[in-house]
């Protein structure tokens, strides 16, 4: 088995050379960039399969290497933060980062949210493949535009079925009301992201509603996310 390769975007020292050590005894291949700059060139040069990254970096912020390899790349990216508020954890998750921690954090926690984005990764990539998505019950076939529930036909809109296979493909993962925007209206959309809740309800109507499940939930203060 291919050993897994993680990019380490950490200026303390101390931090990214214990990070490294762990790593490294559960298997992993590693790389350290101690600033933005070089972290943003590696992970975009380098065939890495997640990256963790630190929020306060020199030459370039931790926010900015994450938008700029969004652009190209949705290489998993866990970021670590000294901050503990509300407003960075929806920032982080806004510029596309999967996952978020806050130091000090325990290194075990660290291993258990890789160990969970490397595998999500790649079941995406193995049902993404296959044209087919299943969340439970409900499955999405993206080679003709078809979704059922136990084997029952839904009738979607072209964006309502484009809204379901986005947050199925990011299954576990919260997702902003902006990232919905960008990844499924795109950037020439400039109308008001309540959009997202009005097509939210029409998703439920069609799904939750009538089938009396919780498929689509609701995350206070940040977006919408589709659980396993």
């Known amino acids: 088995m291919d050993k897994k390769k993680i990019l380490i975007v950490e200026d303390e020292q101390k931090i990214a050379r214990f990070l490294e050590l762990e790593l ?3 298997g992993y291949e590693v790389d350290i960039a101690n600033n933005g700059r070089d972290g943003l060139e590696k992970g975009k040069a380098e065939d890495v399969d997640l990256i963790i990254l630190d929020l306060m970096l020199p030459g370039l912020s931790g926010i900015e290497v994450c938008r700029r390899l969004r652009q190209t790349s949705e290489v ?19 510029i596309g980062a999967d996952d978020y921690m806050t130091k000090p954090f325990a290194v075990e926690e660290l291993l ?9 990764t790649k079941s995406n990539k193995d049902r993404t493949d296959l044209g087919t998505l ?18 029952e036909l839904i ?13 199925m493909l990011n299954k576990n993962i919260v997702l902003t009301r902006e990232k919905i ?12 992201t309540n959009i997202i809740d009005v097509y939210i309800r029409y998703l439920r109507s069609k799904i939750d509603q009538k089938y009396n499940i919780n498929l689509i939930e609701t995350v206070r203060g940040v977006g919408y996310i589709i659980r396993d």
């Open 24 to 26: 490294k005894y559960e």
């Open 76 to 94: 998993p990216i866990i970021m670590l933060t000294a901050k503990d508020d509300i407003s960075d954890k929806v920032t982080g998750l806004d």
């Open 112 to 120: 258990a949210r890789i160990r969970v984005l490397l595998k999500r």
């Open 134 to 151: 299943e969340i439970g019950r409900l499955k999405l076939c993206k080679n003709n535009y078809k979704v059922e529930f136990d084997g």
């Open 155 to 167: 009738e979607l809109t072209k964006k309502e079925f484009e809204l379901l296979e986005f947050m």
């Open 181 to 192: 925007l960008d990844k499924v209206w795109g950037y020439d959309y400039f109308g008001d």
